[in-house]
Each structure stands twice: as structure tokens, then as C-alpha cells.
């Protein structure tokens, strides 16, 4: 039997340059929060991550799918340490609790989608990165000592949201 429909929740238009959107940088990376686990109940979250030549995250896993779908240039992404080039058109799933993680090794900027179910990882990011004017604003220039905290506090609250560094 399907539940009644909950009048409570809205419709979610997402659109990266609505000036509402949450901008992080993580990474090198620019991620733009449009679907956030609070407006789906907990059960998906969409972010849009522009991520540079050389930019992605250190290999890790986690108990939840995330997929990509590649929108502009190319991705290297690592699935239990063999490479895999992804190209704009494609989508790739990566199951739960498998090693992982991407690179962008293109020598050009990419862009893609990335939907994690259940929700959480864009609370994970908002949590850890630093908030930015928009998609193309630069890094926050960070010292040693302002990196070394981020990366504590990444390692700190890994396991909050179901995620472990390899």
C-alpha cells in the first residue's frame, strides 16, 4: 500500500546559480548542495561538484551508493584500485562500502552530479569544507595550521556519516 501523500513537504526546484545555493569548497573542489537530505526526508542528496585539474578526494568508502553522472570533461574514479576514465554523458555507480575515490586527471576543468542514497554526505561536506561566494569563486587561501584542522576534523567526523579514509 502506497502512503498518503504528505502535504508537509514541497516541490525542490534545483538550480546551481540560484542565489540560495550553498556553495563548499572541499578539496580544491566546489560543490554546490541542490538537493539536501532535509528536503528529501533523509533519503538522497544531489550535489553539483566542479572539480579542477588534479582536484578529488583521498580513497575512501562508505555504506551508502553514490553515483556520478559526468556533465563536462572527464573523470578518473578508482573502484577497488582499478581506473576507470568516465567521460561526459556517462553516469557510474558506486556501490556501498566499496573502496573508492576519483581524480581529475584530464588537464581540464570537469563538472559532474553526485547522488548519494541515503542522504547525509551533503551535511558530511558542509560540516568539513568552507562556504563560498559561488561556483566560481576560488578556495579560501588556508595555512598549514587551517588545513591540518580540516583534515582532523574530516577524520573526526568520517564515522558520523558512515565514511572511513583507506
Not at 532535509?38 to 585539474?53: A, F, S
Not at 588545513?147 to 568520517?158: D, G, H
Amino acid at each position: 500500500m502506497i502512503p498518503d501523500d504528505d502535504p508537509s513537504r514541497s516541490l525542490t526546484v534545483a538550480d546551481p546559480d540560484d542565489p540560495g545555493t550553498t556553495y563548499i569548497s572541499l578539496v580544491g573542489n566546489t560543490y554546490a548542495m541542490l538537493v539536501t537530505g532535509e528536503q528529501t526526508n533523509g533519503r538522497y542528496c544531489l550535489i553539483d561538484m566542479r572539480v579542477p585539474d588534479g582536484g578529488g578526494p583521498p580513497p575512501h568508502r562508505h555504506d551508502f551508493e553514490e553515483m556520478f553522472t559526468i556533465l563536462e570533461g572527464e573523470i578518473e574514479f578508482t573502484f577497488r584500485g582499478e581506473k576507470h576514465t568516465i567521460r561526459a554523458g556517462s553516469t557510474i555507480n558506486i556501490p556501498a562500502n566499496a573502496p573508492h575515490n576519483f581524480r581529475n586527471a584530464s588537464g581540464a576543468p570537469a563538472r559532474m552530479l553526485c547522488m548519494c542514497t541515503p542522504a547525509g554526505q551533503d551535511e558530511y561536506f558542509t560540516r568539513i569544507g568552507d562556504v563560498v561566494a559561488g561556483k566560481d569563486a576560488p578556495p579560501p587561501q588556508l595555512s598549514e595550521n587551517e588545513l591540518a584542522e580540516r583534515r582532523r576534523r574530516a577524520a573526526e567526523l568520517a564515522s558520523t556519516y558512515r565514511s572511513e579514509f583507506l
